[in-house]
């Protein structure tokens, strides 16, 4: 019989296609993960992946095993998920954080749908602090975080994206920008930016605070940050500028913050996100919910 690790090594090894993401994603070493994937090749008798010093990619036969699998884990996954929530009891509610204003009237609507069709379970919504937000998720205060991406972190899986709104620059209204109608990426450059508290490294928000222009001109990053009126109050004394989302216009308006669309950045998108170590199916039929909320929402 195999091992959990074993095929849990060698299901993501087969998507990510990268020893270290593996790893990452696990939680294991490098040397722990070839160590499992040489004793499961050992067990077929050939190897299931051919290894380069640049690539990895699956043999023919590791590719036919990828498929027997991978339909076998689904269903020992989604069993012990049933499992789980039926031991943490389904009547529980779910409690459901969100950050920000757009955010909270899209969890609010999921809240509403859950409670119109029958969900079997309460949803209690509740706002977080920007600082808050993924210790709010880590520390079991909510069940699930509607937060924006992007979200890199390996102990936190992301649903489907909730909504996307255009990105824009906040500056106050005597900055030197403020007369202008949109900016460019590179006008950040000897900006004094903002950034926001409980941000991990490179994890989360680290968009909103970038060191360098994409032409490598640099960015200075300003005072921390723990809530978004933190940032608007900052603003609009003239500390820094901070980037937001286009929700801004709707829900903060102020008359010494300018908001500026940025013609050349991405969208930000928003997502539901929760414990990899909790991912149960309840979580995700909400999520799906709250997809076709934000999706309505922004047609709206």
Known sequence: MLERLEWEVFLTLAEELHFGRTAERLHVTTGRVSQLLKKLEGRVGA??????SRTVELTEIGIQLHEDLHL????????????????SGALNSLRVGYVGALAGQVMHGAARKCAEGGFGSPVRTEEVQ???????????????????????????LVGPVLFAEPRMLAVSAGH?????????????????????AGAGQDEWLSDRAPRRTPAGAAVVG??????????????????????VGAQVERFYSRPDVVYLPFRDA???????????????????EFARIARDVGQRAVRG
């Open 176 to 196: 030197r920008l403020a007369e202008r109608t949109s900016v460019s990426m590179e006008d950040l450059a000897g900006l004094t930016l903002l950034r926001p």
């Open 72 to 87: 076998a884990h689904e269903q020992v996954e989604r069993g012990m998920a049933r499992a789980v929530d039926a031991a």
């Open 222 to 243: 300003g005072p921390r940050v723990s809530t978004f009126q933190e940032a608007l109050q900052q603003t609009g004394a003239g500390v820094g500028a901070v980037v």
């Open 130 to 156: 920007v600082a808050e937000s993924l210790a709010s998720l880590r520390e079991e205060r909510v069940d699930l975080l509607a937060i924006c991406l992007p979200l890199r972190a390996p102990d936190i």
């Open 266 to 284: 991405p969208a930000i998108e928003w997502a539901v996100a929760w414990l990899r170590t909790r991912d149960t199916p309840r979580k995700r």
């Open 47 to 52: 190897p299931l992946f051919t290894r380069t």
